[in-house]
């Protein structure tokens, strides 16, 4: 086991390295404070813990609906759980890494059944949790409904019209509408 984690170790290293100016001993004071988060005796997070760090590392946002579904992207394996690896190789895609990156993980978010498609019904569900990270309430968004948003997004982003939008009409669609970028990238913004 102990051979397996220096190679975990190593394939984080060299994964952190392409997309951030991150050294060993950065990566190791954020393996500390991650652990702390963990159970005792444990290093992979659950989701709650999870929620709870993220809400720590975006204190000025509103994250709260949002780290569920981040954390279902972030736990790379289905194993409803989160390892210091998981977690790290994800963070730095998603807030150092070039944009087609950061959209790759942007469609895990809103691919909740991870049928490898979205449809109308999970960009409902998320653009709810994005107005709230944008500090968009109900109340001020009143002008805009969700439904419209759907419909435009729905439109803009499913280019064979088969009512669902796959990963790359999702990657495509945004680099193309700088404007839909801004709101359905939660990645945006870190």
């Not at 950065?26 to 500390?32: L, M």
């Not at 944008?134 to 439904?147: C, D, P, T």
């Amino acid at each position: 086991m102990g051979s397996n984690q220096t190679k975990i170790e190593e394939y984080v290293y060299e994964t952190i390295g392409k997309h951030s100016q991150l050294k060993r001993e950065d990566i190791f004071a954020w393996q500390q404070r991650f652990n702390q988060h963990c159970d005792p005796g444990s290093t992979t997070m659950t989701k709650e813990q999870f929620c709870k760090f993220y809400q720590e590392l975006r204190p000025n946002e509103n994250v709260k609906s949002l780290s569920e579904n981040v954390f279902r992207a972030f736990d790379l394996n289905g194993d409803h759980g989160i390892t210091f690896s998981e977690f790290l190789v994800a963070y730095v895609s998603t807030t150092e890494a070039p944009l087609e990156d950061k959209l790759r993980y942007a469609f895990n978010v809103y691919d909740i059944d991870r049928n490898s498609s979205i449809d109308r019904a999970e960009i409902l569900f998320i653009l709810h949790a994005m107005f709230e990270l944008l500090g968009m309430s109900e109340e001020k968004s009143h002008k805009v409904s969700y439904n419209q948003c759907a419909d435009t997004i729905m439109k803009n982003l499913d280019v064979n019209e088969d009512q669902c939008i796959s990963k790359e009409e999702f990657i495509q669609g945004l680099i193309r509408d700088p404007f839909l970028q801004s709101l359905m990238n939660p990645f945006q913004h870190v």
